[in-house]
Structure formats: C-alpha cells, structure tokens
C-alpha cells in the first residue's frame, strides 16, 4: 500500500529568463509503505506533462514503465551494450537491438531449459539478505546459461541439459586444475 500525497505543481521557465511564462505541470509524491517516516527515503516525486491525468493514473504509467527501464538497464550493464565503443554508422545502428535480440534469446531460453527454482535457492543460500528473492534476475538467467554451455563442452554425449551437481563438478575441476 502506498500513501499518494498531491504536492502541487512543478514550474519550468526558459533557462535564463526568469520573466518568461512558466509551464506548469502536475506534481505528486509518492510514499511508501503507510507508517514509514517521511524522511525514510522511500518518497517518490513524479512529474507529467498531461494535464488531465489523476495521480492513480500517473502512478499506473511509471510502473507500467518500470519494467522497460529494468530491461535496458539490464541490457547495457550485464550484457554489455553499454560498453560498445562503435565508430562506424551500422555499427552504431545495430548495437543495442542486437543487445536486445541476445537479451530475448537469453529469457526465452531460461524459460524453456532454466531451472528457476534452484536458481532462486541457490542464490538465496549465497546471498542470505536475498530471503525473500522469488524469481531469477538476468544475471541469474545469465549465468545458468554460461554453466550450460560451459558443461555441454565438457560433458558432450549427454542429451539431457546438465544437471546442477554436473555443473559444479566441472567447475570444481577447474578450480584444482587451476590451483
């Protein structure tokens, strides 16, 4: 439950010009959970050009959005698109769809072959303040592929996707093999 507070409006004047008519534009705040301080750090400010929308539909559109910036976010930092140093013009171009095609390719597999629930276990025995963690994050997805195709290499006459114990033996050979 959140606690929605209209605060008024936000004002814009042209940079410079303070004598200029300012655009106004609504301005609400959003709390979080009903009890918490104020000074929690939990308060949201959100701002729109649409005149006519309710704080119920203003706070509808930013979460409907949330999503898609997860998306991106996790696009350019964990598969790297926001790495790409790209001079030539298609380059450039076909990067970040590209990222994006490879980030599909990545959801539809874990979908299809992943193993979510020992994923999500897994990650909360390593990670205890993940306790209440309860679906994969890409870079979960991620790197339950890379144990994949790292074990198929390995362990190429078995038909079946390799089994997490089967994973984790190879991994351990190749930590004694390294050390």
């Given at each position: 439950m959140v606690r929605?507070?209209?605060?008024g409006q936000a004002t814009r004047t042209?940079?410079?010009?303070?004598?200029?008519?300012?655009?106004?534009?609504?301005?609400?705040?959003?709390?979080?959970?009903?009890?918490y301080p104020k000074t929690s750090g939990n308060d949201l400010a959100l701002v729109t050009t649409d005149l006519t929308a309710t704080p119920e539909e203003i706070i509808a559109r930013y979460a409907?959005?949330?999503?898609?910036?997860?998306?991106?976010f996790d696009v350019k930092n964990i598969l790297g698109v926001?790495?790409?140093?790209?001079?030539?013009?298609?380059?450039?171009?076909?990067?970040?769809?590209?990222?994006?095609?490879?980030?599909?390719l990545l959801i539809i597999?874990?979908?299809?072959?992943?193993?979510a629930s020992t994923d999500v276990?897994?990650?909360r025995a390593l990670a205890p303040w993940y306790g209440s963690k309860?679906?994969?994050?890409?870079?979960?997805?991620?790197?339950?592929?890379r144990r994949q195709i790292i074990a198929a290499r390995f362990l190429p006459t078995s038909p079946?996707?390799?089994?997490?114990?089967?994973i984790l033996e190879v991994q351990q050979a190749w930590a004694l093999a390294a050390a």
């Open positions: 929605v507070t209209a605060e042209t940079r410079g010009d303070e004598d200029s008519a300012a655009e106004v534009f609504p301005l609400i705040r959003v709390s979080g959970p009903c009890g409907a959005r949330w999503s898609i910036e997860v998306t991106f926001g790495q790409a140093r790209n001079r030539v013009t298609k380059a450039v171009e076909r990067t970040v769809p590209f990222g994006l095609f490879c980030y599909s597999w874990y979908t299809l072959h992943g193993h276990a897994r990650r309860a679906e994969p994050a890409t870079l979960d997805m991620l790197t339950s592929l079946q996707p390799a089994t997490t114990e089967e």
